[in-house]
């Protein structure tokens, strides 16, 4: 080949090289844009890049109408004008339609373009007056010197040019995947619903930017990822890495089988063309290669060790998520919505994703276009391989633009469809509401104008969407139509064999394939990233409260509990504890009372160690609770909270929770203990009925029972009660006060109520009032004081007499409350009985009253607790 036919055979290609690398590696690194975007040199870079394009078409045009003369120029000069076209008219739409550019690809492509313009010019000297080599050679030198101008100005801070890839990745993910975040519900809570897709993924979203240009590029963002790859990869699983051969295999078989298929179904064609003989051997070795490549062949094989290699890194990512979401503390789990914290733990597959998306669909996409573009060129020549490139150029941006042109469309349609879910949710849910105001046509009425502004929006999506279809297949169907002209005129007037044609037209689907492919794939990569990214940041997330390296178990002895100073607060401006010191001393009963929000349920809390106290320090038998493990700590405790929640599942199974060990009869008595053992008795079917979600089938004082029933299971050395009893009737009530009598028998007993009647026994009772222990003794002794317990003693009893709280007991027959006997339950099951107080020590029972000290109090019965 001469030296100008190489020329022109490289100049193109050189060119487009530099500017691809450069691309890539300005990506990867995350170069800054060259500011300003300054719209005069922008417009002369796009002005001059345009020049250099239309002298290649004027060119083009020309060689067509020597071509049509019967003077057809010289092929490399034919494909350079063609090449060149492409190249130059693509950058320069590139440039105008980026608003920052970095400018280094751009400059490095005119300088190649520059340099090796110089010897073509010079070769061709005379040759013809039509080159444009002048024109050329002064666009390359003004382009050049814009290129300079650019580089030389002062780049201002990274802006949004050196984030798109991330950050408008973020941005237009919210648009281009919400049906992935908003309306999979398997995956989204109730509360979720609330949120538009772009604030839930909106802190991922910054995490991942920050992430990004803290790593300074791509490169170093992808390795963050690298913390997964010893779950990835299969170490010493031989299988898995057969598996994983066996998919490196299939990737490179599939390449070759690609085109050895087509071509072979050419060669059957040719020797059908003869009609001489049958040709056996052409079609046994094209089915012999479609075997290979089928279900049945080389990819079921490779199907089954996808799955395989997958399950893999499913079952060890998604064991380490959930263990480790299991572990965090409470803050984490108090902060985050639960519906956040599953979707990121259902993530594990992301990253499994991501990896075979770039391994094996997106790597090979370059190679398969290369594949392509060569083996055309065999078939027929490099012109074919011209209108191959261009309709994928085409293809492509068309693609990318008509997307960006449906985004806002497809915004309103999810909007109208998360409201649409949300409108039913709401509906459902609040069943009941609905009932009670009669709006069921209300809610119907509603629900039906949401759903006609889903289809309606969903019409305005989808016609854009149909144009983006209609004009990418029409594009398709152009360029296949240009294609096959031009291989039937080759076979036509240049002898090419008909079965050429023939591979050409079978190979076609996978020569679009890729392209198709490359449309697709930012969407779903940015999508894929920010699901991994999800993952990544729930598991750099630290435990606030974990087992210190030299944690010891936790040796209970008596159970003696100890705060010494303890101050804390959930936020440091806020402090919610103030300097609390008490001692429990082993078996004794101390009970907590205090107005709402004292931070009664914030000591349990603290002496579980769901949190840290920020001052003092817990100690249990003489151990800090922070240099013990938490697991032996929790361990030696049974807690009966506030509002027990229970799992789906039989009675028998949540009680067995406690105690996984335990036995049916261990079960019982501990119902039985609990006064629930006949009530579940009731139950259709008794001990194997299920709870419903959270417990949703059982009365507030069924579940109190039942959490009664796992603490007397579980037999711990220390007792936290939260209000436990706050859910029961007076008759209940007694029994359970029974109940824990025996277990808080020689053990420690922390107990918080507001219900004093029920604390009255306690050896220690202490009135917390913002966040400080303002006052503590014994019931008579706190009494007598006449300070806050005294106060709410009075208001208790009081309310008692006058009726005001919920119920009253009315079963003893001393007690005196006139007709207020709390409303028309006659002392039922269901509710709370409030304030029917005891006639306690030396207090003497006056008409409705009972004189304590100089304070008269209502007049009542002896509480259960009190008989003996
Ligand atoms: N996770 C949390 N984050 C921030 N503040 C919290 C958190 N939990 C509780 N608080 C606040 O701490 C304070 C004390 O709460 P705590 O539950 O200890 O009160 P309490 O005395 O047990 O109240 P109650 O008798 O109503 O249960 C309250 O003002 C509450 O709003």
Redo the contacts with the bound molecule.
């Keep these: 080949m001469s030296a100008p036919a190489y020329l022109a055979f490289v100049h193109a290609p050189a060119a487009f090289f530099t500017f691809f690398a450069g691309k890539i590696y300005s990506t990867c690194t995350l170069q800054q844009p060259n500011p300003p975007p300054n719209r005069n040199k922008k417009r002369t870079a796009v002005g001059l890049t345009a020049a250099l394009a239309v002298t290649h078409l004027i060119q083009a045009v020309w060689f067509l109408l020597d071509f049509l003369h019967d003077r057809p120029a010289p092929q490399h000069d034919i494909l350079r004008a063609l090449f060149s076209l492409l190249l130059w008219g693509s950058i320069a739409i590139s440039l105008s339609s980026t608003h920052a550019p970095v400018w280094h690809p751009y400059f490095a492509a005119w300088a190649v373009g520059g340099f090796l313009e110089i010897p073509i010019v010079v070769l061709a000297g005379t040759r013809t007056g039509r080159n444009f080599g002048g024109v050329r050679l002064a666009a390359f030198a003004g382009l050049l010197v814009v290129g300079v101008l650019l580089g030389t100005s002062k780049p201002k801070k990274r802006d949004e040019e050196a984030r798109p890839l991330l950050g408008a990745a973020a941005a237009e993910d919210d648009e281009a995947e919400p049906v992935k975040y908003g309306t999979t519900t398997s995956s989204t809570t109730a509360g979720q619903e609330d949120e538009e897709p772009a604030d839930r993924d909106k802190d991922i979203k910054e995490a991942q930017a920050k992430r990004l240009a803290d790593e300074g590029g791509w490169i170093g963002y992808l390795r963050g990822f690298a913390v997964f790859l010893p779950h990835l990869w299969p170490k010493g699983d031989l299988k898995g890495q057969g598996c994983l051969l066996i998919m490196a295999a299939d990737l490179v078989l599939d390449r070759v089988l690609n085109v050895l298929i087509p071509r072979q179904i050419g060669l059957v064609t040719d020797a059908l063309a003869d009609r001489s003989r049958m040709p056996w051997r052409e079609v046994l070795v094209w089915k012999a290669m479609t075997y290979v490549q089928s279900y049945a062949g080389f990819r079921l094989l490779r199907y089954m060790a996808s799955i395989y290699v997958h399950n893999y890194s499913y079952k060890r990512i998604s064991d380490l998520a959930f263990r480790h979401v299991m572990a965090l503390s409470m803050d984490f789990h ?1 902060n985050k919505a639960s519906g956040e914290v599953l979707k990121s733990v259902e993530q594990a597959h992301a990253l499994n994703e991501l990896l075979e998306m770039v391994l094996f669909d997106i790597c090979p996409i370059l190679l398969d276009l290369l594949v392509a573009l060569w083996y055309v060129t065999h078939l027929f020549n490099m012109y074919l391989a011209w209108v191959i490139l261009t309709l994928g150029v085409v293809y492509v941006w068309m693609g990318v633009a008509l997307t960006v042109w449906g985004q806002p469309k497809r915004r309103i349609y999810t909007e109208k469809s998360r409201k649409e879910n949300k409108t039913v949710y709401e509906s459902v849910y609040n069943w009941q509401t609905v009932s009670y105001f009669n709006r069921a046509p209300y809610e119907g009425q509603k629900y039906a104008d949401a759903v006609k502004a889903t289809i309606s929006a969903q019409w305005g999506y989808f016609a854009r969407v149909f144009v983006n279809y209609g004009s990418q297949s029409l594009l398709i169907t152009i360029g296949f139509c240009a294609c096959s002209l031009i291989a039937i005129y080759e076979i036509t007037y240049y002898g090419k064999p008909v079965g050429n044609f023939i591979a050409f037209v079978m190979y076609w689907e996978t020569m679009m394939r890729p392209l198709k492919t490359m449309a697709n794939s930012y969407r779903r990569v940015s999508s894929t990233l920010i699901d991994a990214e999800r993952l990544l940041q729930l598991l750099n997330t630290k435990p606030s409260v974990a087992d210190r390296p030299t944690a010891k178990t936790l040796k209970v002895d008596g159970g003696c509990i100890t705060f010494k100073n303890v101050g804390f607060g ?1 936020d440091a401006a806020n402090p ?1 504890l103030k300097d609390i010191s008490f001692v429990v001393k082993p078996g004794e009963t101390v009970a907590f009372v ?1 107005e ?7 000591m349990l809390k603290l002496l579980m160690r769901f949190y840290d106290v920020t001052a003092g320090s817990i100690a249990i038998d003489g151990q800090d609770v922070q240099d013990v493990t938490l697991s032996s700590l929790r361990d030696a405790m049974g807690v009966v909270p ?1 509002d027990p929640s229970m799992f789906n599942v039989s009675v028998m199974e949540n009680v067995r929770y406690a105690r996984l060990d335990a036995t049916d009869d261990e079960i019982f008595a501990a119902c039985e203990a609990a006064a629930v053992h006949k009530k579940i008795l009731t139950f259709t079917e008794g001990y194997n009925t299920k709870v419903g979600e959270r417990g949703v089938k059982l009365s507030g004082g069924e579940s109190q029972r039942l959490a009664i029933a796992r603490v007397l299971l579980k037999n711990p050395k220390i007792v936290l009660l939260d209000e436990a009893t706050s859910a029961v009737d007076s008759a209940t009530e007694e029994h359970i006060q029974d109940a824990f009598r025996q277990l808080s028998d020689g053990r420690t007993t922390v107990v ?1 109520a ?1 219900r004093l009647s029920t604390i009255m026994h306690a050896d220690q009772i202490m009135v ?1 009032d913002k966040g400080e222990i303002i006052e503590r003794g014994t019931h008579e002794e706190l009494l007598a004081r006449g300070g806050k317990y005294h106060e709410l003693w009075t208001k208790q009893t009081t309310k008692a007499r006058l009726g005001t709280e919920d119920l009253i007991d009315l079963s003893p027959p001393d007690t005196v409350v006139g007709d207020e006997t709390g409303g028309d339950d006659p002392g039922g099951e269901d509710e709370a009985v409030v304030g029917v107080e005891p006639i306690v020590g030396d207090e003497s029972a006056v008409g409705d009253g009972v004189v304590v000290g100089d304070e008269t109090v209502v007049g009542v019965p002896e509480f259960p607790a009190n008989r003996t």
């Design positions: 108090s959930y919610i205090g709402t929000g004292a931070g009664k349920s914030t506030q918080i507001h917390v």
